[in-house]
C-alpha cells in the first residue's frame, strides 16, 4: 500500500514462463530497430547483476541483437578515475560528495557511451544507473530521494531506462557473497548491515513507485535459473524473430 493509499504492486519475476509480461506499454519491433533500448541492472552488494549482464548479453547476441555492456560509475576513461575514488577502502566521502562525483561520471558516460549506442540502434546494458544513486545516496545515506533525482535529472537530461531488473536477495546475503569475491571489492562492502538493508528497502520502494518499468528479479538460486528469469523479464522486448524457436 502507498502513503496515499493506493493499492501499488511490484512487477516479481520467479520463473522463465515465457510470454507472462505485459507487452502493451513497450514500442513495436519496428520501433526498437530505430532506437536501440537502454536495459539497466540495479540490486544490493553482490546480488550478481555482473554475472546476469554476462549471461543476457551472450544470449541477445546469439539472437542478433547489437549489444553495449557497461557500467556506473565508469564506461569512459575519466568516469573510470571517479570510480576509483568512489569506492577505494579507506576514503570517507560525504554523501552529498558522492552524489554529485557520481552524476559528474554520469553526464559524461552518457555523452559518450550511451545515446550513441543507442542511436546506433545497439541495446545498451548497464550495470547500475540513476536508481542506485537513489537507493544509496538517498535511502542508504539519508539525503532527500526527491533531491537526489532532481541532479540525476540534472546529468541525464531526463533519459530514463527503457526497463529495469532489480535483482532482489536479502541484504545480509549479498553482502556475505560480496565479501568472498577476490577481487572488486569496494567501500560500500565496510558499510553496517543495517545501511544495506536501507539500501535494500530503498531499491524495493522504488520498484513500487515504478512497477511499469522495474522488474524485480529474485536473484537466489543457482545462476541459470537467475538468468532465466532475467530472460523472461526482458523477453517481450526483444524483436519477434530473434526469439528463440520464431525464426522462420
Known amino acids: 500500500m502507498s502513503a496515499s493509499g493506493r493499492s501499488v504492486t511490484i512487477s516479481i519475476v520467479t520463473a522463465a514462463a515465457p510470454g507472462r509480461a505485459s507487452r502493451a506499454a513497450w514500442p513495436s519491433a519496428r520501433r526498437m530497430r530505430e532506437r536501440g533500448l537502454f536495459i539497466t541492472f540495479e540490486g544490493v552488494e553482490g546480488s550478481g547483476k555482473s554475472t546476469q549482464i554476462r549471461r543476457l548479453a ?14 556506473e560509475p565508469g564506461g569512459t576513461p575519466a568516469a573510470e578515475q571517479v570510480r576509483r575514488l568512489l569506492l577505494a577502502r579507506g576514503r570517507h566521502w560525504p554523501a552529498i560528495s558522492e552524489l554529485l562525483l557520481a552524476n559528474a561520471a554520469r553526464a559524461a558516460h552518457l555523452e559518450e557511451i550511451v545515446r550513441p549506442a543507442l542511436h546506433r540502434g545497439a541495446w545498451v546494458l548497464c550495470d547500475r ?70 539500501v535494500r528497502a530503498g531499491y524495493r ?11 524485480l528479479v529474485l536473484a537466489d538460486g543457482p545462476r541459470g535459473a537467475v538468468a532465466s528469469r532475467v530472460w523472461e523479464a526482458i523477453e517481450d522486448m526483444v524483436p519477434q524473430e530473434e526469439r528463440p524457436g520464431k525464426r522462420g
Do not use: C, M
Open 205 to 215: 520502494r522504488i520498484a513500487r513507485r515504478e512497477p511499469g518499468r522495474v522488474r
Open 58 to 71: 551472450a544470449a541477445l547476441r546469439r539472437r542478433g541483437v547489437r549489444v553495449l555492456v557497461t557500467r
Open 129 to 198: 544507473f540513476t536508481d542506485a544513486t537513489v537507493a544509496y545516496q538517498g535511502y542508504g545515506r539519508g539525503l532527500p530521494p526527491a533531491a537526489v533525482r532532481a541532479v540525476n535529472r540534472l546529468a541525464t537530461g531526463g533519459l530514463r531506462p527503457d526497463r529495469t531488473l532489480l535483482l532482489d536477495l536479502p541484504a545480509g546475503r549479498g553482502l556475505r557473497r560480496a565479501r568472498q569475491r577476490k577481487v572488486g571489492a569496494s567501500r560500500f562492502e565496510d558499510e553496517a548491515d543495517t545501511f544495506h538493508r536501507r
